[in-house]
Structures are given as C-alpha cells and as structure tokens.
C-alpha cells in the first residue's frame, strides 16, 4: 500500500527580511501524532552535543567547533523553555517531545504535537520564534562556564554570523505524522511561518572557529557503524531488540555503540535472526507499508537529515530489511 492517503506538499517562501524556507509536508497513516522538523546546515561537534543534551561523558580529542555546537545547544533551551517551560505550558502548547541533533552536516530540531491543524501552526511558529542566535551571549556564557572552558565573544560572534547566514537561506521545516491538511491551508501554514523567523541585526565579522581543550574525565570509548538514511533506522531497532541493555545512539550519519560490545553487535549477523526480525516488523504494519512508521521515528529523534525526510523512499519488505541489516553488520 502506499504510505499515505494525502499528498506529500511542498513550498519554498521568501522571508520578509530577505532569505527563504523550504516547507514539505511528509504525511502518513501511522498513530495520532505530528512532527516537526526545523534543519539547517550548520556543523557542529555531536559528541559535544550529546554531553549536552544527555550528561553523557563520551568525548574524545576532537573538540572542534565548541562554540558552534554552544549556540545551537542554547536555541535548542530557548525553544525547550517555551513549549515546555511547565506541565500548563505543553498542555497550551500541546507539544509532548523536543529534540536535536546532527546528521550530514545539518542542526535538527524537532517538537512532536498533537494531530491538530493549530497546534502543528503554534510549535512550528515557536520552533522558528526560537532561533533568537544574537541574543544567546549570556546563555553560550554560561553553558562555557558548565563545560570548564573560557568564553569567548569574537568565537560567539562568529558563530551568531555563521548560523544566522544558512538560516536565512537554507532553512527547512518537515512536517511528518499524520498529517492531513488541505492546499490553501498549507499555504496559510507556509504564509505563517515566514513571517516567524526572528529579525536579526548582526554583521560579517572577520574571527574564525576556535578549537578548545576540555579537561579530560570519565568517558566510554565507542565503536561505530556508518549509516544513511533509514537503513540506520531499522539496524537501530533490530540490535536494541536484541540487545535491550546497550547503549545506542544514532549521530553525525553513524550508529554508536560501546567499543566492549562490539563482537556481540557483530555476531548478530545471521540471517535467520535478521529475518524473523523483519518478519516482526511486517505483523506489525499489518497491510500497511512501515516506511511512514520508520520516516515518523527517525524525524522525532532526529536520526535523519531533512533531505532524507523528504526523499522518495521504495516501499520496505520483509527482503528488503533484512538486506539493509545485514550489509550494514557484514560491513
């Protein structure tokens, strides 16, 4: 079957202020919730974001790019602060996730809602709202001073100008879920939004990237497996099924997991056992194509870029999940 009864629709719409934002719809006939997707090119460090986001102390060397990952880590507690600032604010809101993180190069930030036309117009509008860059000094300060390491202004200033410049050009909102929405409220939708991207007043500065040790603590040395796409979706579920109590994460387009697990995550390569898990999969989409159930949960975790939201996916079989695993762990 086809993975949804509506439409897929796309817009690109002209900022006010200068730039524009391309706007796709990515509906399907799974569950009763709406994600929503903001992305932009915008590189930043994902082990410094994981310990941001998750406390989680996995970083090695490669601590570039720290004032970059600061600043989009400070939108994201912008956003966090209205949609979820209390139990009464997700009830108005009707938002009951948020999300970041990176793949291919892109920022992603994601607020799941309620399947409702004006709640999907009031979290995207905030998601847009949020992106307040110019205004983050105080909050990259103190997220500097959390992590142990100096701040510093020309690296804010930069960064600020960086993100500013791919948002007023590159930005992209992806709507997924259950989504069922008419052409001319989409383009009130569309209208709606351009209106909600933040006026900025910041100007070309001439600093660069700085690269900024951290005093070394406590971390977990991690192996990984490179993914793209979806196929980094179902060895996610398949290993996590297999192996309820390992740590996994999906990040920078490769699946991470603990370096002592290794030999068990590759010893989960026989076929039979990929096929019986394939076979799950399918009993539990019934007649209908899993794809929009996949697309909906690599969209709330941000597993996946936008472009691969809004790619045109082949329908899943039984076949082809089991060749997609078993490539990936054979590797």
Same mark, same amino acid.
């Given at each position: 079957?086809?993975?949804?009864?509506?439409?897929?629709?796309?817009?690109?719409?002209?900022?006010?202020? *200068? *730039?524009?934002?391309?706007?796709?719809?990515?509906?399907?006939?799974?569950?009763?919730?709406?994600?929503?997707?903001?992305?932009?090119?915008?590189?930043?460090?994902?082990?410094?974001?994981?310990?941001?986001?998750?406390?989680?102390?996995?970083?090695?060397?490669?601590?570039?790019?720290?004032?970059?990952?600061?600043?989009? =880590?400070?939108?994201?507690?912008?956003?966090?602060?209205?949609?979820?600032?209390?139990?009464?604010?997700?009830?108005?809101?009707?938002?009951?996730?948020?999300?970041?993180?990176?793949?291919?190069?892109? =920022?992603?930030?994601?607020?799941?809602?309620?399947?409702?036309?004006?709640?999907?117009?009031?979290?995207?509008?905030?998601?847009?709202?949020?992106?307040?860059?110019?205004? %983050?000094?105080?909050?990259?300060?103190?997220?500097?001073?959390?992590?142990?390491?100096?701040?510093?202004?020309?690296?804010?200033?930069?960064?600020?100008?960086?993100?500013?410049? %791919?948002?007023?050009?590159?930005?992209?909102?992806?709507?997924?879920?259950?989504?069922?929405?008419?052409?001319?409220? =989409?383009?009130?939708?569309?209208?709606?939004?351009?209106?909600?991207?933040?006026?900025?007043?910041?100007?070309?500065?001439?600093?660069?990237?700085?690269?900024?040790?951290?005093?070394?603590?406590?971390?977990?040395?991690?192996?990984?497996?490179?993914?793209?796409?979806?196929?980094?979706? =179902?060895?996610?579920?398949?290993?996590?099924?297999?192996?309820?109590?390992?740590?996994?994460?999906?990040?920078?387009?490769?699946?991470?997991?603990?370096?002592?697990?290794?030999?068990?995550?590759?010893?989960?390569?026989?076929?039979?056992?990929?096929?019986?898990?394939?076979?799950?999969?399918?009993?539990?989409?019934?007649?209908?194509?899993?794809? *929009?159930?996949?697309? %909906?949960?690599?969209?709330?975790?941000?597993?996946?870029?936008?472009?691969?939201?809004?790619?045109?996916?082949?329908?899943?079989?039984?076949?082809?999940?089991?060749?997609?695993?078993?490539?990936?762990?054979?590797?």
């Amino acid at each position: 079957m086809p993975r949804s009864k509506v439409t897929p629709m796309t817009k690109t719409v002209n900022i006010p202020r *200068g *730039g524009k934002i391309v706007v796709r719809t990515e509906p399907h006939m799974h569950g009763t919730l709406v994600a929503i997707t903001i992305g932009f090119p915008f590189r930043v460090n994902h082990w410094i974001l994981r310990l941001l986001t998750t406390g989680s102390y996995i970083l090695d060397s490669k601590t570039e790019r720290i004032d970059e990952t600061i600043l989009a =880590f400070a939108a994201f507690q912008n956003i966090k602060n209205i949609l979820h600032a209390s139990a009464g604010a997700s009830m108005r809101n009707k938002s009951t996730q948020l999300t970041c993180g990176t793949q291919e190069k892109e =920022f992603l930030i994601t607020a799941v809602c309620v399947r409702n036309g004006t709640s999907t117009k009031k979290c995207a509008g905030i998601l847009l709202e949020g992106l307040r860059f110019d205004k %983050f000094l105080p909050s990259y300060k103190n997220i500097c001073n959390n992590l142990g390491i100096k701040p510093s202004k020309d690296a804010f200033e930069f960064a600020v100008y960086d993100a500013i410049r %791919f948002v007023q050009n590159k930005l992209a909102v992806v709507v997924t879920g259950r989504v069922s929405i008419t052409k001319d409220k =989409f383009d009130d939708f569309t209208k709606n939004l351009a209106n909600k991207l933040p006026e900025y007043h910041v100007s070309k500065v001439s600093s660069s990237p700085r690269t900024v040790p951290l005093q070394e603590g406590k971390h977990t040395e991690y192996s990984s497996i490179h993914v793209s796409g979806l196929e980094g979706v =179902f060895l996610y579920e398949y290993i996590k099924g297999s192996i309820p109590a390992i740590a996994l994460f999906i990040s920078d387009s490769n699946l991470w997991f603990p370096a002592h697990m290794e030999n068990k995550v590759y010893n989960l390569s026989d076929k039979a056992r990929i096929t019986r898990f394939a076979q799950r999969v399918m009993r539990k989409f019934g007649s209908m194509d899993p794809l *929009g159930g996949y697309l %909906f949960e690599a969209a709330v975790n941000c597993w996946v870029s936008t472009s691969v939201l809004t790619l045109k996916q082949p329908s899943i079989t039984e076949s082809t999940i089991t060749a997609k695993i078993q490539k990936l762990l054979w590797s």
